[in-house]
């Protein structure tokens, strides 16, 4: 399990060099709240791995990494969108023509959780061999 955490956290730490989140980088997804007890503290295999990379590692040690212990945030973005385009379906139906603020709304928080599950596919599809 210590190489599996070292190969997520060597991951992370990939993603935290590509996408720059200086704000923090969220790791989710079902394994994430399973497995707590490997990624948490200085010491452990997945903040080490998260934090080796060579010239860039003090860059990669200033974002904080945050766990998300929800285990379906997937399914709850997946339900949100599909919400979203039921009502703007329903919407276009009866005649009304999109709200400038109902297709803009709220665009933070439910594209987070969107986000963070294609992260954890995405994470999953690059380690597969073709």
Same mark, same amino acid.
């Given at each position: 399990m210590d190489i599996f955490a070292g190969a997520y956290g060597a991951e992370v730490g990939n993603a935290a060099v590509q996408y720059l989140p200086r704000g923090g980088l969220y790791v989710c997804g079902g394994l994430t709240p399973k497995n707590m007890h490997l990624l948490r503290g200085d010491g452990s295999?997945?903040? *080490? !791995?998260? *934090? =080796?990379? &060579? *010239?860039?590692? &003090?860059?990669? &040690?200033?974002?904080?990494?945050? !766990?998300?212990?929800v285990e379906d945030l997937g399914l709850r973005g997946a339900r949100y969108l599909a919400l979203r385009e039921y009502l703007r379906i329903q919407e276009e139906e009866e005649g009304e023509? =999109?709200?400038?603020e109902r297709r803009n709304a709220d665009f933070g928080y439910p594209s987070l959780l969107v986000a963070g599950a294609t992260f954890a596919a995405v994470a999953l599809l690059k380690g597969r061999k073709k």
């Open positions: 295999p997945f903040l *080490r !791995a998260y *934090r =080796d990379k &060579g *010239r860039l590692s &003090g860059l990669v &040690g200033e974002m904080p990494v945050y !766990a998300v212990t023509p =999109d709200a400038p």
